[in-house]
């Protein structure tokens, strides 16, 4: 059974930082790539950052420079490391993979920022 849990998430003022992890368990970690998404009140989920079985990573254009995804194999665990935080990347933040043609997420954690 595939699961993915998120912690990490908070309250955070502008311009601080916060680490988000995602565990998985029930899928051979090292194989897949992950993603990290996030749904805003009011607006569609979004992709954040993803990082591939290379560790290679894409961010939205909205996160680029502030954002690194990275990825521990033995942990089977993927972090999002956020750093200059913005009110506007208040929202729920999702881990995501894509096992054997399903998509599977966490429960998901909550960050704010705000003053």
């Known amino acids: 059974q595939v699961q993915l849990v998120e912690s990490g998430g908070g309250l955070v003022q502008p311009g601080g930082s916060l680490r988000l992890s995602c565990k998985a368990s029930?899928?051979?970690?090292?194989?897949?790539?992950m993603g990290w998404y996030r749904q805003a009140p009011g607006k569609q989920r979004e992709l954040v950052a993803a990082?591939?079985?290379?560790?290679?990573?894409n961010y939205a254009d909205s996160v680029k420079g502030r954002f690194t995804i990275s990825r521990d194999n033995v942990k089977n665990t993927v972090y999002l490391q956020m750093n200059s935080l913005k009110p506007e990347d208040t929202g729920v933040y999702y881990c995501?993979?894509?096992?054997?043609?399903?998509?599977?997420w966490g429960r998901g954690t909550q960050v704010t920022v705000s003053s």
């Open positions: 995501n993979v894509d096992y054997r043609g399903v998509n599977y």
């Open positions: 029930g899928i051979l970690f090292r194989l897949y790539a």
């Open positions: 990082i591939t079985t290379g560790s290679d990573t």
